[in-house]
């Protein structure tokens, strides 16, 4: 909010007013799973360069919102995470998922040239 009382980011609000309030309770389940996801991924370290993309967005969303806290620092950290990519898979069950997928998924797998 700026020190008029008006919002921020004026183009998110009509957003919200005019995208999000109306399917409120699909965003609720939405916003509610997505959190708890993205913990789980980045702290067991399953799909952790994707869960740190989402994770990212809804902190984004969050700061358009105009709530600020810990998120420009949680900005912060996933950057690095997204930066890392596959290397930040080596500790955790990435290190055995990613594989599992390459090899089950058609469009995941790489081709032999």
């Known amino acids: ?12 609000t009509s957003f919200l007013k005019g995208f999000v309030q109306p399917h409120m309770s ?6 509610s799973w997505g ?4 913990g789980l991924g980045l702290f067991f370290g399953t799909l952790a360069t994707a869960a740190a993309f989402f994770g990212m ?10 709530t ?3 998120d420009p620092l ?5 950057i690095f995470i997204l930066v890392a990519g596959f ?3 080596k500790i955790g069950l990435d290190r055995w998922i990613i594989p599992w997928l390459r ?11």
Do not use: C
């Open 1 to 12: 909010m700026t020190p008029e009382g008006q919002p921020a980011y004026g183009w998110y």
């Open 26 to 31: 699909l965003f609720n389940v939405m916003v």
């Open 35 to 38: 959190e708890l996801l993205v």
């Open 57 to 66: 967005v809804m902190n984004f969303a969050y700061l358009f919102a105009g």
């Open 68 to 70: 600020v806290s810990v």
């Open 74 to 78: 949680f900005i912060i950290i996933e």
């Open 87 to 89: 290397n930040a898979s």
């Open 103 to 113: 090899d089950h998924v058609s469009f995941l797998k790489r081709s032999v040239e």
